[in-house]
């Protein structure tokens, strides 16, 4: 009887670590409930969907994309009719229409597809067929189930000598191994549950020493438990299991929370740092005491225990749950570590339905697909919530704006705003935005019309541009109307950040102040990207031509490098065919603008003819991109007589081997004649050097606006 109970106790061992292992697919799947969710999928990876306005699938209304949430308002017996949101023209849309059922799975369906197609491929088809085939196996196994019910049951009711006769013989009568080999095999299996689940969580953890030398006992153990014979080996082997058990359930898993996040070799902060980890970063650690956690580090090859401060920590949940809800924030970033700071794999508008599972107290983990691939990032748990959370901003654009108590222009107002309010208001339908206003110091709900506020741009990015107006203002609100802050010329390269659909936002220095202001997108217009190849014509023992007391090879080097600089003030990259006064052969010029990727290719000249001729003329080539050589020309022609008040004399056609032979738009230009004395008097002073290389910045801005 003392080696029966042994065996009783082993079992009941077996028992309880079965019980607390993590099984995480039954916990993801049992923690869904259903409702009125669905995801559309294609027939194939971004295949759309089609929907109908008619049960009967006739009448075509139009597509639905691939992995579209949609909400489920009622099923027919031939099609459901759905509701969905999608986005058009920076606006959140919704539309309603009947889809085949086919194309809609549940979200739990929809999980099991979405690794289905990640292991196998295949389309929607395939998988739902072999759903239906693990339906029919799956009750074809529940009623033999029913037939074989014995199993470990009559294990309990053995005698000590049936047991001792069983273990001798190796198997018993239905063909169970002996139990020494049973254990043997759970043993084999936990191990590889807890593998598993270390290499899920972080393939890179250092694995904990007490858990390392629990293991390795375990081994031992379980050569002892091959003999049969030996009684205390069972004791022992119990007594493993549990030192193991007890180890694995103290280790936990959480996410450094600071930008440096230290091991200390004391409980106090004071004390010397062991090792440092950047914020997002996986660490393994245990419970010491209600501050601090204690961890294992690997120092020099040598492992050492150190202490983690709690609030330093964001620890796991455990099973991965998942979940789904809106995107709150415009956009909502799934980045690709943990962190704020991490790199965006993706964004998503406010109000877009997210699917995700719980991974730690601040931070979702997701899948997205970049380019078809799936990829593992994060939400960060600030950034999805309830629908009715979902904030968005936006301008007031009309004079006044009004807040209605209806979807209808023609309910009472609520509340009116000036042009340029900044608004806040949620997603309501297609055409209306739903605010909440104060009246008479009670919060009130009433609809905005969406074509009547400018949705502020979701990320801020520094940006450069040219004030495009002889006078162009930056103003105090978002409005035309409001108080001009400042003016700017024509030409003023500008720095601003994009705010809206509309209006750019700046900041201007009134007395030494900073002051916020605002630019309207139409009064500037930006080259920012964009590369030019200029070419100051002549050079080294070609002068080109010389009048009264000028050179023009260096005219042209002035004014091209004037333009450079210029140029890449305004955020232009700019090759130069020379930046000294060296000789550049015709076919190098041209091969320098047909191997320097650039968008565009201008040649700067000064003329001379009989002395009479003046005024600046401009030339284009037809043989490659015609129309926009001539765009151009005409462009920097514009832009040059405006600025430096040149005489217009002409753009025309001319057979130069530079615009000729060069494969991008280009143009040559000739500023003023040398041998004018009008014109040569104005190209000695620096002033029209400026203003002629200004004219060719604000031609170039022209032409790609």
Known sequence: MRLLSKVFICLLVMIIVVQTLPIHASAE?????????????????????????????????????????????????????????????????????????????????????????????????????????????????????????????????????????????????????DESKNLEDYTTHDEKESKQLKERIDNNLEESQEVKSAKEHNIDTQDKLEDPSNDDAFEEYTQTIEIEETQLAKQMYGLAVLEKTSVYSETSKDSAILRSYSQGHLLEFRPYNSEWYEATVNING?????????????????????????????????????????????????????????????????????????????????????????????????????????????????????????????????EWYEATVSINGKWENGFINKKDVDLLDPIQKQLTGLAMRGSTNVFSSPSTTSRTLRSYSEGHILQYRNFSANWYEATVYLNGKATLGYIHKNHVNSIQGKRIVLDPGHGGNDPGAIANGLIEKNLNLDIALKTKNLLERAGATVIMTRTTDIFITLQNRALIANTSNADIFISIHNNAFNGIANGTETFWHGRNERANSIRLANSLQNAVVSKAGTTNRRVAEGNFHVIRETLIPSALLEVAFMDHLGDAEKLSQQSFLHDSAKGILIGITNYFN
């Open 302 to 430: 040598k492992w050492e225990d150190g202490f983690i401060h709690r609030k330093d920590v964001d620890p796991l949940l455990g099973e991965e749950i998942s979940q789904q809800n809106y995107a709150l924030k415009q956009p909502t970033q799934v980045y690709t570590n943990p962190t704020r700071s991490g790199e965006v794999l993706r964004g998503y508008q406010a109000g877009h339905l997210l699917q995700y599972r719980t991974y730690s107290s601040t931070w979702h983990i997701a899948t997205v697909y970049i380019n078809g691939e799936p990829k593992t990032g994060y939400i960060h748990a600030d950034d999805v919530g309830p629908r009715e959370n979902i904030r968005l901003r936006g301008v007031a654009s009309l004079q006044p704006t009004s807040v209605y108590s209806e979807t209808s222009k023609d309910s009472a107002i609520l509340r009116s705003y000036s042009q340029g309010h900044l608004l806040e208001f949620r997603p309501y339908n297609s």
């Open 29 to 177: 799947t049992d923690t869904l409930n259903d409702s009125n969710e669905g995801i559309v999928y294609g027939e194939k990876l971004d295949h759309t969907v089609n929907y109908f306005r008619d049960e009967e699938l006739l009448e075509l209304a139009g597509t639905i994309a691939y992995r579209t949430n949609v909400r489920i308002m009622e099923e027919r017996e031939t099609a459901t009719l759905v509701e969905f949101m999608y986005y058009e023209e920076r606006e959140i849309k919704y539309s309603r229409g009947f889809v085949d059922p086919k194309y809609i799975l549940s979200v739990k369906e929809a999980a099991l597809f979405e690794e289905y197609i990640q292991v196998n491929g295949g389309n929607l088809t395939d998988f739902i067929e072999l759903q239906v085939e693990k339906h029919i196996e799956s009750k074809g196994d529940q009623e033999s189930d029913k037939e074989n019910n014995s199993g470990l049951d009559e294990i309990e009711y053995l005698t000590e000598e049936e047991m001792l006769e069983r273990n001798k013989q190796g198997t018993d009568k239905t063909g169970n191994l």
